[in-house]
Structure formats: C-alpha cells, structure tokens
C-alpha cells in the first residue's frame, strides 16, 4: 500500500474591505511612507472595521469560499485547527465558533497558538490525522485580527500587522502529493522579546494593567529581527537539505510575510531565486496566522500539480519551522 500523505485540494483567502495604507499612519503616530516602506516593504494593510467583530467573522468567508471551490458542504469536514493568536475569546476555542457559524455539525476543533509560526503547525498537526487514517478532510485555518492587539501609538508595531484569514483543506492522497516533510521548532526563552505582557493568567486584566497598555502585542524589532533573518532561513534550507532539493527543484518559496528583509535573506539561505518567491507584505503587511496560506490563495492559479513549495515561517515565542508540500492540483 502506497504512503498516505495530506495533500492540500483546496485553498481560499479573505482580507477586510478597510485599507489602512502608510500615509495615513502617518496621522496617527511619528512615521512616513518612507521610513515604512524601507525598513519593512509594507505600503498597505487591511483592518476589519464594525461592532461586534471578531476573527471568526475573517474565517467565515474564507472558508465558506473554499468550501464551495471544492464542491462539499460544511457537514463533510470532520476536524478544524484554528491557528490564532487573536481568538474571538478566551474560550470556548475559536474553531468550534468557527464551525457553529458554518454548520460544520459533524466537526471537532481546537485553536493552536504558536504566533506567527501557528499555520506552519497547524498544517504539519493536520497532516498527522490525516496520515494515520483517523480523518479524510481536515480544516486548518490561518486568521488573526492583530487591529485588536495592536497600540496604534506605538509605531514598532502598529506599522506591521494587518487583519485577514486563509484555509486549506485536507485530504489523504497516496499518488506522492501533499505534505510530504515538515520541521517545528521552538525556544520559549524568545518570549522576552514578542509577547502581549497581559491578558493571561500571568496578568490577569486590572485598570492598572490596561492604563499600562499592557494588552497590546510588545516587540522588541531588533532582537526579533536578529532571531528571525537567521532561524527562518536556517530551517526552511534544513528541510530542503533533508529531502536532497536543490533551488532549481523548487517551485515556489512560501514565506511568512512578517518583513521584506527576512523573506530576503531566506530567499538566498535556500538559492530560490527572487522570481519564486511569494510576496504580498506590501498589500497585507503581517497579517500572523494569515501570510502563508493567503499567499497560498493568491497564487493558486499559478500552482502546477507537482510543484515543490517550501513554507517558511518564524514567530513570537519564539517559534519556527517549514514545510516541504507538493502540490496535489
């Protein structure tokens, strides 16, 4: 019997209507398009705007999207992973709103939290139910609104990220297609550098810890910056070097669109030549949980079955990791 892989038979993206561009940051906080655009390559980011809005309101289009491409009903998916870092609460987990919403009755979920590395995790997590047999179609989803951590005073931050949400679905294959390697990884020591200081059972919420601005994401870009350039570029030329591909085998470069920097020096730790590599930070900026797979949705039309595409991603934790997929379609 041939080996099962989880390969990857459908892929939708959903970014909000609202575009929050460089110059009119420049209103809000002591920045310029300039400055923005030369230190990160982002000119523009989405935000979702409303009352009463939450990151399941980006998976619901997204999904019901991809839903419809593949031609299945939402009864059909047996498990969802929801990687966030913004859920809609505490708890219950954000994926089994996400399948109350979308009528997924027949559906078990949870979230996975592991910042911007989440749908690198999430994806390598999935595979594994797939692989084993325990399930034939699988959800994962990547989505934050980081508008709602985000303190648009503090311009190390607020210039970066961005709201929007991007699935894939999978399904067992046994003709050589899908996630076929995939390496995690991860040093807790990192979190001094990216976190959100309260909020959690460390610091609970008190009028003390929101008149700090404690409840916003924190960074500190040069550390981050520094672990980034090196890690995401080391694992994605590891898991490349694990399965003997060279840059001429390799479709298409995947990266976390965190900073144009890091995907720069990622691009050349791996060879893949800069016509390869997936690009959208200028119109998204980093949207966490959401880069990789709306990457995946925008350039689907491009993807050829068989292609190898390396996913890279780094994130607060800290956390890294990559995976080789071979396209299925």
Known sequence: MNKIHAAVTAVN????DYVLTNHELETLVETNDEWITSRTGIKERRILKGEGLATSDLAVPAVEGLLKKRGISAEEIELIIFCTTTPDMPFPATANILADKIGAKNAWGYDL????????FGLATGAQFIESGKHTKVLVVGGDKMSAIVNYKDRATCIIFGDGCGAVLLEPDTEGYGVIDSICKSDGSGRAFLHQKAGGSLRPATHETVDANEHYAYQEG???????????????????ERNSLKADDIAWLVPHQANKRIIDATANRTGVSADKVIINIERYGNTTNGTIPLCLWEWESKFKKGDNLILAAFGGGFTWGSIYLKWAY
């Open 222 to 240: 040069q550390a981050v910056f520094k672990f980034a350039v090196t890690n995401m570029a080391d694992v994605a030329a590891e898991v490349m």
């Open 13 to 16: 993206g959903y970014v909000p």
């Open 113 to 120: 939290q592991a910042a911007c590395s989440g749908f690198i």
